[in-house]
C-alpha cells in the first residue's frame, strides 16, 4: 500500500498544475454502485473493499470516507496509512478539503469518475479559498496500476418481451414525449440498468448486475447506443435496426455529445442496397409557426439538452454549454422504477421460487448444525449434551454455507446469478452491516452465535433481496428482544398506509420506533427499490432517514425493500428483510380526494419463533406473523419434497402470546 501511495504522489507531483489532493471516487464513468473489477480503483489505492467511498490522497496523508453500513469493515482493512472519515459524523469531504488543504490548491480528479452533482458542489465549496478543481486527461490510478484486470467482452443479449413487458418503440415514444415537454433535444443517458432497460437489453459486465458497459442518447427521431461493437452479435445489431437505434463505438459518445448540442449528429441508417447513408437528426422541438412566439425563443427552447446531474459524469457535461442543458433527474428513474403488469407478475414469481430456495437451505442447515455440531437446531432451546466438533473437512464455514445457499437457487426456472455478494454472518461478523465473508479468513458457523444472511439471485423474471437472522443454539434474552424489536419495526413499516405524496423519508421512522423505545437504532437506511432482472438496489426513492428519501414520493407500482436491523458491534447482527410493492389502499375514507396507498408483501420465508419474545408482541403482530406463515406455507408447499414440508409446516405453526 505505501507503494501505491508513493507512485500516485509522484504522478501528482508530475502533473500541470502539479495536484496537491487527488480524489478517487469509487464510481465508473457510468456513477455505478457496483463496478467491474477493473473499475475499481478505489479498492485498488486502499484496500477498502465495500462498495461506497471515496479516497483522497494528499502529499503527506491518505483518508477514506465512507457511510455507517461499513465503519467496522473500513476500520479492520484499512491499514494504518489510512484515516477513517465517518459520513454523517465527520466533515464531508469537500469541507474537510475546503478547511485543510492551502489556498489555490489543486485537486484532480478523472472528470469520467464523478458526476456533475457532485464535481459542482465541491466547486461550490473550493470557492472561498480558491481551490482549483483539476479534470486529469487520464485517470492517474491506472497509470500505476500495472496489473489492471483487462476488460471483458461479454454479449449483450434481448430481454425478450414476455419479462420486459413493454416494446422498445414504446419506450421509446414516452421518452420523446418527456423531451417535447420539456422542451429539450436529445437526452443523454449514462446510467448501466437505464440503458438496458430502454432498449430492452442485458449483458454481464458487471458481477451481479446483468448490465452492458454502454451509454444512451435519444433524440425526437434518433436513438444511439454506445457499446463495445465487440460484444454486439448481428442479432443483436439486427434487433436494434429494427428499433430504430444506430450502434455506434463506445468512444464515441464524447464527440457525439458535442454534435448532439450543436444538433449535427447524424443517423446512419442502412438502405434496401445496405449502403450506409447519413441522416440529420431534425431538431424534437415542433415549432408552430403561426403561433405567437417571441423571436429567439424557439431556437433557444430547441437546444436544451437533458442530462442528469446525479449520474451524468463531468467530462461529457464539461462539454456543453452549461446553458444549453437541462440538468434534472433523468425521466427514465422513474419509468423504471414503475414496474408493468408483466414485471410486477414476474416480480411474484420469482420471489415465490426463491423463497422456496430459502427455506431448503434452512432445512438442509438445520440438519447439518444438529448432526456435525450437536445443536439443538432451528426450533429447540434445550441444550444438547451431544457436543460434537466436525473434522477440518465437514466443517461449514459462512462461505460452505452461502455456496450451498447458491446451488439451492441455481436449481430454479430462469436462475442467471446472484444479485450482489452473499452476506453470511456469524456472531461479531454479523455487526458488519455488508460484511463480505473469505474464504480463506471466515468464521466456522456457531451453534451458539447468532447467523445473519441476507442474499438475492437474479432470475429472467425478477431480481431477488432477503435476509432472514437466525439461531441454532440458544440465543439469550437480550438477543431475543433485539430480534423481536427489529421484527415490530419490520412489521410496522410493511403494515403503514399513507397517502399518496408520501416520501420514504416519511415512513423511516416506523421502522425505527420499537428500537428507539430501548435506545437502539440502525445505521442503514431502511427501504430500497429493486430491479426486473436488473440492479438489486434501484431508485430513485427509498426509505431512509437521509434527506435524499424526501425526493420522489413512493408512488403504486414501485417495488421497494423493508429492511430494519440492529447491530451490537463484537457480539451479534440483527436484520431482517422482504421486498414489498406498493398498491393502491381501499380505504375507509379518502381525504382530501388524495388516495392512499399500502404495502404488499412479496418474499416469502418463516421468521424464527426461537427468536420472537413473544410478550413484546402486541396480539395484532402475533396475527400479522401467522397470517404471513400461512401464506408462507401455501405459496411454497409446492416446491417442497416430504421432509422440507413437515419443516416448512413446524416452521409455520401458529404462536400465540
Known amino acids: 500500500m505505501a507503494d501505491i501511495l508513493s507512485a500516485l504522489r509522484s504522478i501528482m507531483a508530475s502533473q500541470s498544475p502539479p495536484l ?13 454502485e457496483y463496478v467491474s473489477a477493473r473499475d475499481k480503483r478505489r479498492q485498488f489505492v486502499s484496500g477498502f473493499t465495500g462498495s461506497a467511498g471515496l479516497a483522497l490522497i494528499t502529499m503527506n496523508e491518505a483518508r477514506l470516507w465512507t457511510d455507517g453500513r461499513y465503519f467496522l469493515q473500513a476500520e479492520q482493512e484499512l491499514s494504518d496509512q489510512w484515516k477513517l472519515m465517518r459520513v454523517g459524523e465527520d466533515p464531508a469531504v469537500e469541507i474537510w478539503m475546503a478547511d485543510n488543504l492551502p489556498e489555490a490548491a489543486a485537486i484532480g480528479v478523472d472528470p469520467w469518475c464523478v458526476s456533475v452533482d457532485t464535481a459542482q458542489r465541491w466547486e461550490r465549496a473550493f470557492a472561498k479559498k480558491q481551490l482549483k478543481l483539476v479534470q486529469t486527461t487520464k485517470n492517474l490510478v491506472d497509470e500505476i496500476w500495472k496489473d489492471r484486470p483487462s476488460a471483458e467482452i461479454n454479449p449483450v443479449v434481448i430481454q425478450p418481451i414476455e419479462f420486459s413487458g413493454r416494446a422498445v418503440s414504446e419506450k421509446l415514444k414516452d421518452l420523446r414525449g418527456k423531451l417535447i415537454q420539456e422542451k429539450a433535444h436529445g437526452i443523454i443517458i449514462t446510467v448501466l440498468d437505464e440503458v438496458a432497460w430502454l432498449y430492452n437489453i442485458r449483458g454481464s459486465d458487471v458481477s451481479y448486475c446483468p448490465v452492458a458497459h454502454a451509454f444512451a442518447m435519444v433524440t425526437s427521431e434518433a436513438a444511439f447506443f454506445y457499446v463495445d461493437q465487440n460484444k454486439v452479435s448481428p442479432e443483436v445489431h439486427s434487433y436494434m435496426k429494427v428499433n430504430g437505434i444506430d450502434v455506434r463505438d463506445y468512444d464515441a459518445v464524447a464527440s457525439d455529445v458535442v454534435l448532439l448540442a450543436s444538433n449535427q449528429l447524424t443517423l446512419f441508417a442502412s438502405d434496401a442496397s445496405d449502403d450506409k447513408v447519413a441522416k440529420k437528426v431534425e431538431d424534437g422541438c415542433k415549432t408552430d409557426p403561426t403561433a405567437n412566439n417571441t ?9 436544451l439538452i437533458w442530462a442528469d446531474p446525479g449520474s451524468c459524469c463531468y467530462a461529457l457535461y464539461s462539454k456543453l454549454n452549461s446553458d ?6 433523468s425521466p427514465l428513474a422513474l419509468a423504471k422504477a414503475l414496474k408493468n403488469p408483466v414485471e410486477m407478475g414476474g416480480l411474484k414469481k420469482a420471489h415465490i421460487r426463491d423463497g422456496a430456495a430459502v427455506v431448503q437451505f434452512l432445512v438442509w442447515l438445520d440438519k447439518q448444525m444438529q448432526d456435525l455440531y450437536g445443536a439443538p437446531g432451528y426450533f429447540s432451546e434445550e441444550e444438547t449434551k451431544d457436543k460434537k466438533k466436525p473434522s477440518e473437512a465437514h466443517k461449514l464455514t459462512e462461505v460452505s454455507v452461502s455456496d450451498k445457499l447458491e446451488g439451492f437457487r441455481a436449481s430454479k426456472e430462469h436462475f442467471r446469478g446472484l444479485s450482489f455478494p452473499t452476506i453470511s454472518s456469524v456472531g461479531p461478523n454479523a455487526a458488519i452491516i455488508h460484511y463480505g465473508p473469505d474464504p480463506k479468513t471466515c468464521s466456522e458457523l456457531d451453534p451458539h452465535s447468532i447467523y445473519l444472511f441476507d442474499s438475492g439471485a437474479q432470475y429472467l423474471d425478477g431480481t431477488t433481496d432477503i435476509t432472514r437472522t437466525v439461531h441454532f443454539g440458544c ?4 438477543e431475543k428482544a433485539s430480534y423481536t424489536a427489529v421484527l415490530k419495526g419490520h412489521i410496522a413499516l410493511g403494515n403503514a398506509r399513507f397517502p399518496n405524496g408520501t416520501n420514504g423519508n416519511v415512513l423511516d421512522i416506523l421502522a425505527r420506533i420499537p428500537l428507539w423505545k430501548d435506545g437502539l437504532d440502525y445505521r442503514h437506511g431502511t427501504g430500497h427499490g429493486i430491479g426486473s432482472y436488473l440492479n438489486v438496489h434501484e ?7 437521509r434527506p435524499q428519501a424526501r425526493n420522489v414520493p413512493l408512488q403504486a407500482s414501485m417495488t421497494v425493500t423493508d429492511e430494519p436491523g440492529y447491530y451490537e458491534d463484537g457480539n451479534f447482527g440483527i436484520r431482517l428483510e422482504n421486498v414489498l410493492i406498493v398498491k393502491e389502499a381501499d380505504t375507509k375514507f379518502n381525504f382530501a380526494d388524495k388516495g392512499y396507498l399500502e404495502f404488499e408483501h412479496i418474499t416469502w420465508a418463516p421468521y424464527q419463533r426461537k427468536l420472537m419474545d413473544l410478550s413484546l408482541l402486541s396480539p395484532e403482530e402475533i396475527s400479522w406473523v401467522n397470517n404471513y406463515h400461512s401464506r408462507c406455507r401455501e405459496l411454497l408447499v409446492p416446491y417442497m419434497d416430504e421432509t ?6 413446524k416452521a409455520t405453526e401458529p404462536i400465540s402470546a
Not at 20 to 32: I, M
Not at 475 to 478: D, G, I, L, Q, T
Not at 644 to 649: D, F, H, N, V
Open 324 to 329: 444549453q442543458v437541462l440538468l434534472q433527474q
Open 20 to 32: 496537491d489532493a487527488l480524489v478517487v471516487p469509487s464510481e465508473d464513468y457510468h456513477q455505478s
Open 475 to 478: 440465543p439469550s434474552a437480550h
Open 295 to 303: 423571436e429567439g425563443t424557439a431556437e433557444k427552447d430547441c437546444s
Open 539 to 545: 431508485g430513485p426513492h427509498q426509505i431512509s432517514f
Open 644 to 649: 422440507e414440508m413437515a419443516w416448512l409446516k
